[in-house]
């Protein structure tokens, strides 16, 4: 089984999408069964309707998993666990202070070297630390063995007992940690691959250590991603607003399009413009670059405008807002100068908004009106042109500015010998 593990903690971050993509297509190519998991043991973190919105946004792209499961519903597992540790004397209880904790980071900071538990807790054993009656976190003994681990994208991972220490499982409200609620449901769900951003590639051989403590013997594989960057070479963060997901589809960039995007991004792909499904095909884990893709907007405007072209006219309408198929061919020839579904929208909403003409084609206007009412049965324009230019008088700049105003309600647009065949439909509705 593979799964997508979020956190309720904040927007989804289109890396955190990535994961979910790259995790669903490889369940789906091994055909194994697909977890959606909300990591909401952090209670003072979670926020509340972000696992909602997580769901939403995942039937939004045509992510489907076979079972979803909120980490809090194993609490129980989590504490008999971290139980069964601590009476193997593979954990111990832990009463050093917040202060004293401080303290010696303070301390090691100061001496320039990592911060390591002092290990002043780990002869306590289970019976007195009971008897004190007083909070204590439990934390697990650092391993006595080097960990390591395969990684498909970076290879062999090694990692040093200190480096791994005796880190905290259970809080002392009786919670799981990160790193032990994952271990344990990874290892109940019987997880396979998992695939996930770098940024946890250290907490992987403590997740391991936890397992391997229990005498968990499967080897799970391990797809650590590199972090997306921004142009600036910095990893994206909230203050990059293409880094929300929820902003991106606000901007009027289609699911099929973002999902493309992120397929392509570090990676070699057979083709450019392609849908989830026709990933499956093809993508490989092992061909993405080890390296950390740069997000570029403009690629992405430019893979929107090729899914956009692609969309079913009539579906195109109504996203813009309206119902007929023609609005939808219209549309597309916007895409010369548009990209997402708001810019679109401007464009189309504007041909329909009420006209503000230029002082100086008044006269003009007022003309050209009756007459592109008069002949707007004439299909072709370059015929229509001609007899209202001849009708009217008009000529040059003094024809076609007025006209190109009454028409699109802008000064600047596709050529109107494009979008007229369409416009003419709806003439009544323009010129009112
Ligand atoms: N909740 C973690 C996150 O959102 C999950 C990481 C993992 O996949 O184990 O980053």
């Not at 609490?75 to 971290?82: E, G, I, K, M, P």
């Not at 200190?162 to 769900?189: G, H, K």
């Not at 994206?236 to 995007?261: C, H, Q, T």
């Amino acid at each position: 089984m593979l799964r997508f593990a979020p956190s309720p903690t904040g927007d989804m971050h289109i890396g955190n999408l990535r994961v979910a993509i790259f995790n669903y297509i490889v369940a789906k190519q091994r055909n194994e069964k697909f977890l959606l998991r909300i990591e909401d043991t952090d209670k003072e973190r979670n926020i509340e309707g972000k696992d909602k919105e997580i769901i939403e946004l995942l039937k939004k792209f045509h992510i489907e998993y076979d079972n979803i499961v909120y980490q809090s519903q194993n609490l129980s597992f989590h504490q008999n666990f971290a139980k069964k540790l601590l009476e193997e004397k593979k954990a111990f209880a832990c009463f050093c202070t917040k202060e004293e904790l401080e303290k010696e980071k303070e301390k090691a900071k100061k001496e320039k070297r990592a911060y390591r538990y002092s290990g002043k807790c780990e002869n306590i054993t289970l019976d007195e630390a009971l008897k004190r009656d007083e909070p204590f976190v439990v934390r697990i003994k650092k391993p006595k063995e080097i960990v390591e681990f395969e990684d498909i994208l970076k290879g062999k991972m090694k990692f040093e007992p200190n480096d791994i220490d005796s880190f905290v499982i259970l809080r002392a409200n009786e919670t799981p940690t990160y790193n032990f609620a994952c271990a344990i449901d990874d290892m109940l769900y019987d997880i396979s691959l998992i695939i996930r951003g770098e940024d946890h590639l250290s907490n992987t051989p403590k997740q391991i250590h936890i397992q391997k403590s229990l005498g968990y013997t499967k080897k799970i594989e391990y797809c650590h991603l590199p972090i997306i960057l921004n142009q600036d070479g910095k990893k994206m963060s909230k203050r990059d607003r293409a880094s929300s997901v929820k902003w991106l589809l606000k901007e009027g960039f289609l699911p099929e399009a973002i999902i493309n995007y992120l397929i392509l991004l570090g990676n070699k792909t057979p083709k450019e413009i392609f849908t989830l499904k026709e990933a499956i095909e093809w993508f490989d884990i092992k061909k993405l670059s080890k390296n950390s893709p740069k997000f570029d907007i403009d690629k992405l405007r430019f893979i929107n405008r090729a899914h956009i072209n692609l969309m079913d006219d009539k579906n195109l309408a109504t996203l813009l807002g309206f119902n007929e198929e023609d609005i939808g061919k219209l549309a597309k020839i916007y895409l010369e100068e548009a990209s997402t579904l708001k810019e679109l929208k401007e464009k189309i909403d504007k041909i329909f908004a009420k006209r503000e003409i230029l002082e100086e084609f008044k006269k003009e206007s007022e003309i050209l009106k009756s007459f592109i009412l008069k002949y707007r049965d004439i299909e072709d324009f370059n015929e229509f042109k001609k007899i209202v230019s001849n009708k009217s008088g008009l000529k040059g700049k003094r024809f076609f500015k007025p006209l190109r105003l009454l028409l699109t309600g802008s000064e600047h647009g596709p050529e109107i010998s494009k979008i007229y065949p369409i416009l003419r439909k709806y003439i009544k509705r323009i010129i009112k």
